[in-house]
C-alpha cells in the first residue's frame, strides 16, 4: 500500500504509441500549459477531469479525439447530467460545469495547434451556475468556541501540536486567506513589527500583502519559537507550518485539522478551512469595513466576487425590518409603541419678520415741489 500523499504512475489512456491518441495529446495540453505558466494545481486538475472524458470515449470505441463530435460532446453533457453518486444523488451543477471546461479548453488548444482540423466544442453551451451563499457562517462566540478546543498545556500536551494548531486556526480567521496560501508560508513572509503577511503566489499566481491581527501573531511566534524547532527536518526550506512528520502540509490534511476541531466544538455547523474565511469577511463587513478593503484582504481578482458577502451580512437589513415591519415585534398591536401622527391643524401662514431698530433702513427724503420760472 503506498504511503499516504504519495501518487500511484497514472495509466496510459488508450494507445501510448499512437500520435493522434488520446495519451500523447493529452500530454502535450499538460505541457502547453505548464509553458504557458499555468499552475501546477490547475494542469492537475484539467488533466484529472480530462482524463475521466477520455475513459468515457474509449468506452465507446472513440479511441482518438479528432474522432470526436459536437454531438457526442452533447451527449457527454447528458450523461454528466443523468449522473448519480453511489449516494444517490446527481452531480451538481458545478461538477458538470467543471468537468466540461477542461475538455472545452483541450479542444480549443487541439485545433489551434493543428491537431484537429476544426474545434467540435466550440460551440457547446455550459450548464448556467448557480448563484449561491456560504452554506454556514460563524459567530464571535463559536469562534472562540472553537479555539479554546485546542490544547495549548505543554504540561498534557508535550508535542506542542495544540499550539500549532491554535496557530493555523488563527491565522485563518485573522486574514482569511484560502487553504492553499496558508500552505505555503515561509517565515520571511511574516513581518512582526508591521504586522502584516505577504500571500505569495496566491489564486492566479498573484502576490498580495495583507494584514494580520496581534492575537494571530502572538500565536504564530509562541509557535515558531517554541513548537516548530521539534518538527523541522534539516535542510530547513522554511515552511511555516509543519505536519507530526516533519513535512509541509497537503490540501487534505489541511482540511481534516480544521474540520475536526469544527465538530469537535458541536455547534451544528459543517465545514473546514473556507469558514473561516467566510466567517473573517462577513464580520468585518458587519462592523462597517468598505467592501473594496475586503475584496483586496480575500484576493478577489473581481468585485462581484467579493459582493456574496453583502447579501450574506444582514445585520443592518435586520435592524430595519425590525424597526419598520408590522409582524417584527411579538407584542400585542395595543402594546406595541405609538407612532406620532401628523398634526391635522391648519398652519398660519409664514410672517416676515419685523426689521430691528439697528436694522431699520431710514425713510428716504421727500423731494421738494419744483417751483416754475418766472
Not at 494545481?41 to 470505441?61: C, D, N, P, S, V
Not at 468556541?145 to 485546542?150: A, H, P
Not at 484560502?178 to 508591521?194: A, V, Y
Not at 415591519?325 to 391643524?345: C, D, I, M
Request: with cysteine; proline share 9%; net charge positive.
Amino acid at each position: 500500500m503506498p504511503r499516504k500523499g504519495t501518487h500511484t504512475p497514472r495509466d496510459p489512456l488508450g494507445d501510448p504509441n499512437d500520435p493522434h491518441g488520446w495519451h500523447v495529446l493529452t500530454e502535450a495540453f499538460c505541457e502547453w500549459m505548464g509553458v504557458q505558466n499555468y499552475s501546477p494545481r490547475t494542469i492537475h486538475g484539467r488533466r484529472t477531469y480530462l482524463k475521466y472524458f477520455a475513459l468515457w470515449a474509449i468506452e465507446r470505441g472513440l479511441m482518438r479525439p479528432d474522432e470526436i463530435t459536437k454531438p457526442i460532446l452533447e451527449r457527454y453533457q447528458r450523461h454528466l447530467f443523468h449522473h448519480r453518486k453511489t449516494t444517490g444523488e446527481p452531480m451538481s451543477v458545478r461538477g458538470q460545469h467543471a468537468r466540461l471546461i477542461p475538455v472545452r479548453a483541450f479542444f480549443k488548444w487541439a485545433a489551434r495547434a493543428n491537431h484537429l482540423l476544426y474545434n467540435p466544442a466550440s460551440e457547446i453551451d455550459l450548464p448556467k451556475l448557480d448563484h449561491r451563499l456560504p452554506k454556514h457562517l460563524l459567530s464571535i462566540s463559536e469562534v472562540e468556541k472553537i479555539m479554546s478546543l485546542c490544547d495549548v498545556d505543554r504540561s498534557s500536551d508535550p508535542s506542542g501540536l495544540g499550539i500549532r494548531d491554535r496557530a493555523i486556526l488563527e491565522t485563518l480567521y485573522s486574514t482569511g486567506m484560502r487553504r492553499s496560501e496558508l500552505m505555503n508560508l515561509h517565515l520571511h513572509d511574516l513581518d512582526p513589527e508591521r504586522g502584516t503577511l505577504m500571500v505569495r503566489q496566491g489564486k492566479g499566481r498573484k502576490d498580495r500583502m495583507i494584514p494580520i491581527g496581534q492575537r494571530a501573531l502572538a500565536w504564530i511566534t509562541r509557535y515558531r519559537d517554541e513548537v516548530r524547532p521539534s518538527l523541522v527536518r534539516e535542510p530547513d526550506a522554511g515552511t511555516l507550518f509543519l505536519t507530526n512528520l516533519n513535512e509541509p502540509f497537503t490540501p487534505n490534511r489541511l482540511t481534516q485539522l480544521a474540520r475536526d476541531y469544527i465538530d469537535r466544538a458541536d455547534i451544528g455547523k459543517r465545514g473546514s478551512c473556507h469558514l473561516f474565511r467566510h466567517t473573517c469577511a462577513t464580520l468585518m463587513l458587519e462592523n462597517g469595513a468598505d467592501i473594496r478593503f475586503i475584496q483586496q484582504l480575500l484576493g478577489h481578482a473581481e468585485l462581484s466576487t467579493t459582493q456574496i458577502y453583502t447579501q450574506v451580512s444582514i445585520q443592518k437589513l435586520c435592524q430595519v425590518h425590525a424597526a419598520t415591519h408590522p409582524s417584527a415585534s411579538n407584542a400585542k398591536p395595543s402594546e406595541r409603541p405609538s407612532k406620532p401622527e401628523p398634526s391635522t391643524e391648519p398652519t398660519a401662514a409664514p410672517t416676515a419678520p419685523e426689521p430691528s431698530p439697528e436694522t431699520e433702513e431710514a425713510p428716504e427724503p421727500k423731494s421738494e415741489p419744483q417751483l416754475p420760472f418766472p
